[in-house]
T-cell receptor
Framework: AQKITQTQPGMFVQEKEAVTLDCTYDTSDPSYGLFWYKQPSSGEMIFLIYQGSYDQQNATEGRYSLNFQKARKSANLVISASQLGDSAMYFCAMRGPQGGSEKLVFGKGTKLTVNP | AAGVIQSPRHLIKEKRETATLKCYPIPRHDTVYWYQQGPGQDPQFLISFYEKMQSDKGSIPDRFSAQQFSDYHSELNMSSLELGDSALYFC?????????????FGSGTRLTVV
């Protein structure tokens, strides 16, 4: 069974600084996908970044990068130059291989607060 | 670009009533998923449909049912509503083979049972 663990219930960061949100995963499938989503207080689920298990390079999307360490089964999200608008819940999620169960399994989330 | 459309955005129902949530996936996406997110919780998978057939089932109560229609929109029907059904219900759609699988969430329906 797939499992996502986010060990930081809450994180604080000063505006303009970088922050790392931790995510570890467990799966026996060799093929999988890892996602990070942002959920502001308004509730919508906003896609941030994706990493495939066979991707050779760490994914990057603007100020977001994913530190993918396959051997350690970790997929940490790095947000550079934090902005006040980054304050939100952040969820790490995993999807299984195509042809198998394609649902997303989510971690418990990390609440990020950016201080001015 | 077209997104996943969910309706209604907000819904208030009384206990034991029924509710129907609707989801319109991104055109050409072949899979629809439903998730339930309770207050302060992570989203939990309920059910999914691939090409209008149920493809996977999660922790969906027997009081809930869902289907996907010929135009690919999906409906989640909830009967005998309980206070504990109050949650944010997300629909997502994806396309096999697309980058990131094209996994996209709708804005959600916030259901309040009173």
């Amino acid at each position: 069974a797939q499992k996502i663990t986010q060990t930081q219930p809450g994180m604080f960061v000063q505006e303009k600084e970088a922050v790392t949100l931790d995510c570890t995963y467990d799966t026996s499938d060799p093929s999988y996908g890892l996602f990070w989503y942002k959920q502001p207080s308004s509730g919508e689920m906003i896609f941030l970044i994706y990493q495939g298990s066979y991707d050779q390079q760490n994914a990057t999307e603007g100020r977001y990068s994913l530190n993918f360490q396959k051997a350690r089964k970790s997929a940490n999200l790095v947000i550079s130059a934090s902005q006040l608008g980054d304050s939100a819940m952040y969820f790490c999620a995993m999807r299984g291989p195509q042809g198998g169960s394609e649902k997303l399994v989510f971690g418990k989330g990390t609440k990020l607060t950016v201080n001015p | 670009a077209a997104g996943v459309i969910q309706s209604p955005r907000h819904l208030i129902k009384e206990k034991r009533e029924t509710a129907t949530l609707k989801c319109y996936p991104i055109p050409r996406h072949d899979t629809v998923y439903w998730y339930q997110q309770g207050p302060g919780q992570d989203p939990q998978f309920l059910i999914s449909f691939y090409e209008k057939m149920q493809s996977d089932k999660g922790s969906i109560p027997d009081r809930f049912s869902a289907q996907q229609f010929s135009d690919y929109h999906s409906e989640l029907n909830m009967s005998s509503l309980e206070l504990g059904d109050s949650a944010l219900y997300f629909c997502a759609s994806s396309l096999a083979g697309a980058p990131n699988y094209g996994y996209t969430f709708g804005s959600g329906t916030r259901l309040t049972v009173v």
